[in-house]
């Protein structure tokens, strides 16, 4: 059993680093209270794979990966669009304590699970985890693939909040907002399969556009609403 669990730790761990679920986990960091991302990973892990040591190869191959691909996607977009929309937002401009308000912690935590649990089903991991529930005990596939998926994203999140200390509210509301559309392009273009590198790049247009128009916007509002001069100050 303690053989299986280490296996399967070791197996979803190394197979989580570098994928776009912890990419996901980071800018979920920088977002949202470190608290709500990790138990958003830990219910999508535990749900995603019972599935997977519970149903087998069977639903495995059953499962609409492009279907499910492309809701995510529309998810991560979504997130990206709205969290630009409130950077530009007038109120953003002034800048606010850190935390000041809060996200709302039932939203955050919805969007977390919907997101991960979407992004995983179909993905390589959740197969890693069918294979490994063939040939060894389903609890212990079960429990050590979870803890593994866990621990990948809790070391994604401790990233998250260091960076994040050393970076401002609203550039961190910023960078989110294009991470969340980078990752949203990438699990888009994934439906096409056109290969890893492919999808990668390509998916950087996305954020790029974003930072451009939101660029051309910035300097609009600045022509429209010249900052006052000294002598209109006084």
């Known amino acids: ?7 399967s730790f070791g197996v979803l761990f190394l197979a989580e680093l570098g994928d776009k679920s912890q990419l996901m986990a980071l800018t979920f960091a920088l977002r949202y209270r470190w608290w709500v991302v990790l138990s958003g990973i830990a219910v999508a892990s535990v749900a995603v794979n019972l599935i997977a ?11 609409p990966t492009n279907l499910i691909a492309l809701i995510t996607a529309v998810i991560l977009l979504g997130v990206g669009v709205w969290t630009l929309r409130e950077v530009h937002s007038p109120e953003a401009e002034t800048e606010q304590p850190r935390h000041a308000v809060a996200p709302n912690s039932g939203r955050a935590l919805f969007v977390v699970i919907s997101a991960f649990l979407l992004a995983e089903l179909g993905d390589r991991t959740m197969f890693a985890t069918i294979a490994l529930a063939s040939q060894h005990g389903w609890f212990g ?4 693939s979870v803890v593994g998926m866990v621990a990948a994203g809790g070391l994604a ?6 960076v994040g200390k050393h970076i401002p509210e609203r ?9 969340f559309l980078y990752i949203g392009a990438a699990t888009l273009l994934s439906t096409f399969e056109m290969g890893r590198v492919a999808e990668m790049g390509l998916a950087a247009v996305a954020p790029l556009a974003a930072g451009l128009i939101l ?20």
């Open 1 to 7: 059993m303690i053989a299986t669990i280490l296996l």
């Open 53 to 63: 040591v519970a149903v087998g190869h069977f639903l495995g191959a059953a499962l």
């Open 141 to 144: 596939v079960w429990l050590g």
């Open 157 to 162: 999140i401790a990233i998250g909040i260091t």
């Open 171 to 179: 550039a961190i509301a910023l960078g989110s907002g294009l991470l």
């Open 215 to 234: 660029w051309l916007l910035r300097r609009r509002d600045n022509r429209v609403d010249p900052a006052p001069s000294l002598t209109e100050q006084h």
